[in-house]
């Protein structure tokens, strides 16, 4: 079945810096890559996706980049704010069922 | 309009004990997951509904698990005689029809086995 590995497992900024988060999948079959962002004692809450036919999409300060070939994907945040930090899962998904196999989660500290 | 909800909120249940979680969906929504999220991880697949048919149970960890949703909208998942282990979030989801990916994620039932 699909294994989604995320790296790095915690990661600290300053506010106005980028931070990077990465996921490797292994199912070449997945076809969506989700991001999660989940705030403490919350909810997951989605904040971008990719699906396979794309190798990038944007939104505002958050960014998705897929690679297929290597099969990995990466979010990019800019500009971090405080309220950026929470901790963030990847996830893959294939078409049927559509079940999402997510990673361990990283955890995001934005210092001001 | 309304999103995901969970009852209860936390659950403090004693090992042996049975116990049930319920799940209300976005209202149309026609698919229907429940996760299982272990302190510092993340959520694992339990189970998938599409309207009231249970297409994948795989996730399920034991045979005490047991999920239904009779009517195609509101979701129960039951654990019978409680263990420790079982201690987690209990999270659900819905996503409007099969095929549309985006899933939108309940507040969670924190489950404590005690």
């Known amino acids: 079945g699909e294994n989604v590995e995320q790296h790095p497992s915690t990661l600290s900024v300053q506010e106005g810096d980028s931070a990077v988060i990465k996921c490797t999948y292994s199912?070449?079959?997945?076809?969506?890559f989700p991001w999660y962002k989940q705030e403490l004692g919350k909810r997951p809450q989605l904040i971008i996706d990719?699906?396979?036919?794309?190798g990038e999409k944007k939104d505002q300060r958050i960014a998705v980049t897929l690679n297929k070939t290597a099969k990995h994907f990466s979010l990019h945040i800019t500009e971090t704010q405080p309220e950026d930090s929470a901790v963030y899962f990847c996830?893959?998904?294939?078409?049927?069922?559509?079940?999402?196999?997510f990673g361990a989660g990283t955890i995001l500290r934005v210092k001001s | 309009g309304a999103g995901v909800s969970q009852s209860p909120r936390y659950k403090v249940a004693k090992r042996g004990q049975d116990v049930a979680l319920r799940c209300d969906p976005i209202?149309?929504?026609?698919?229907l997951f429940w996760y299982q999220q272990a302190l510092g991880q993340g959520p694992e697949f339990l189970t998938y509904?599409?309207?009231?048919?249970?297409?994948?149970k795989s996730g399920l960890p034991s045979d005490r698990f047991f999920a239904e949703r009779p009517e195609g909208s509101v979701s129960t998942l039951k654990i019978q005689r409680t263990q420790q282990e079982d201690s987690a979030v209990y999270l659900c989801?819905?996503?409007?029809?099969?095929?549309?990916?985006?899933?939108?994620f309940g507040p969670g039932t924190r489950l404590t086995v005690t």
């Open positions: 996830a893959a998904s294939v078409e049927y069922g559509n079940k999402l196999v």
């Open positions: 990719i699906r396979s036919n794309v």
């Open positions: 509904f599409q309207n009231e048919a249970q297409l994948d």
């Open positions: 209202s149309g929504h026609v698919s």
């Open positions: 989801a819905s996503s409007l029809m099969s095929g549309s990916n985006e899933q939108y």
């Open positions: 199912d070449s079959a997945s076809n969506y």
